[in-house]
């Protein structure tokens, strides 16, 4: 049983709260952030002991915050494909291009990892019914770890929202409700909801451990690199946990010594039509304005703003990194290219984060000879309906 977990720390004051005891927010109502005790794992843990573990994102049990084995709710998420694209590297005049496959995750994407993390600990916490708004592959992944768990699952998304979703939400079980509205709104409805039904809010950097699961995603791009970090990691962001998580992973991984160096540069991708952080980013600003009229295609990072916006920036800031926006009918050419070039069908946030290297690159930010990590959250296989517009924005185009 890995027990390096301390406790929980307010990302803005820094105060201290109890890791046994089920935390939401903070009392400053931002997100809380799980410590352990780095000095602990530096002397017992060695890179060594990871192997013959198994290939899934529990390997790194020393680094995650649940204790009991029985409380590990898995469906074998983690470990997925770090892909070298030599073609499309090629294509683009790069020397090292990387592509981070998290379709192959359990639910087709890399919601598995922190939903997985989020209901264990709160099972280990004594939930037992969880709620969640959500774009698409978060409420399926809540969905299917509920119902491997055998616990209820609430889930609130826009009723745009593409069907595959929907279907594969009714199908583990959970109670379905569309809302005439963006994931913000699910967002308002699921805070009315859950004090009156005693739902437990998994929500978006709304507890502390959804980005435990994300850091994984760190860890093993570190392991898979041998140990030596990418100059670039491109990540489309919505509410951004997965880029903090990684970002948590690299300096939980320099401070026990397992990596040295230079830390990558973390580039922000978001579309168009809903870029707080790009915006925010440009005007040297420390917090993001709530976006209006959000919309895109890429429907993972229409988040007009979220609890974790400070914190997104922050971390562009510390890895003198970047943020950038791309247009809806670059986000569809470009997860064209990269399925062309690599056999990766990637969701459109995946292709908005090729569409945002090409233009990075076109600015002069991104030299050939670095090493760039692409992160493809989602598998394309879920978005046939938001594909099917291709034809119609290149009509529109011409």
């Not at 890791?19 to 000095?39: F, G, I, K, T, W």
């Not at 007009?304 to 986000?331: C, K």
């Amino acid at each position: 049983m890995a027990d390096f977990l301390t406790h929980l720390e307010c990302s803005k004051t820094g105060e201290v709260y109890e890791s046994d005891v089920l935390q939401n927010l903070s009392r400053q109502n931002v997100p809380l952030l799980a410590r352990y005790d780095l000095e602990k794992i530096k002397q017992r843990v060695k890179k060594s002991d990871l192997k013959g573990r198994k290939a899934n994102m529990w390997r790194y049990e020393e680094f995650l915050p649940v204790r009991e084995p029985a409380c590990k709710i898995t469906l074998g998420e983690g470990f997925t494909p770090l892909r070298k694209t030599d073609r499309l590297a090629e294509n683009i005049g790069l020397q090292q291009l990387f592509v981070k496959d998290e379709s192959i995750n359990p639910t087709g994407s890399f919601k598995a990892r922190g939903l997985s993390m989020a209901l264990s600990a709160a099972l280990e916490r004594g939930v037992n019914e969880f709620v969640i708004p959500s774009a698409g592959n978060a409420a399926g992944a809540l969905s299917a770890y509920a119902a491997e768990a055998g616990v209820k699952a609430h889930v609130f998304m826009p009723n745009d929202t593409p069907s595959a979703f929907i279907l594969e939400c009714e199908y583990f079980g959970a109670a379905v409700n569309l809302v005439d509205g963006l994931i913000d709104d699910c967002g308002r409805i699921v805070q009315e909801k859950k004090q009156v039904h005693n739902w437990f809010d998994v929500s978006t950097l709304k507890e502390p451990y959804r980005l435990e699961g994300k850091k994984t995603m760190g860890l093993e791009l570190a392991e898979q690199l041998n140990w030596e970090l990418p100059d670039v990691i491109i990540y489309p962001t919505g509410g951004g946990t997965g880029l903090l998580g990684i970002w948590k992973a690299f300096t939980e991984l320099k401070q026990i010594g397992w990596v040295s160096g230079e830390m990558p540069r973390m580039i922000s991708v978001q579309a168009e039509g809903c870029a707080p952080i790009v915006k925010a980013f440009e005007e040297g600003k420390t917090s993001a304005e709530t976006w209006p009229d959000a919309h895109s295609i890429a429907s993972g990072i229409r988040v007009p703003g979220g609890v974790g916006d400070f914190l997104i920036l922050q971390t562009l800031d510390e890895s003198n990194g970047g943020a950038v926006a791309v247009p809806d009918e670059a986000i569809l050419q470009y997860s064209n290219v990269m399925a062309e070039n690599t056999g990766i069908f990637p969701a459109p946030e995946g292709g908005a984060t090729l569409a945002g290297l090409i233009k990075l690159k076109e600015q002069g930010l991104i030299d050939a000879h670095e090493k760039v990590v692409l992160i493809n959250t989602g598998s394309g296989y879920k978005y046939i309906e938001t594909f099917k517009k291709k034809q119609t924005l290149k009509a529109e185009a011409i």
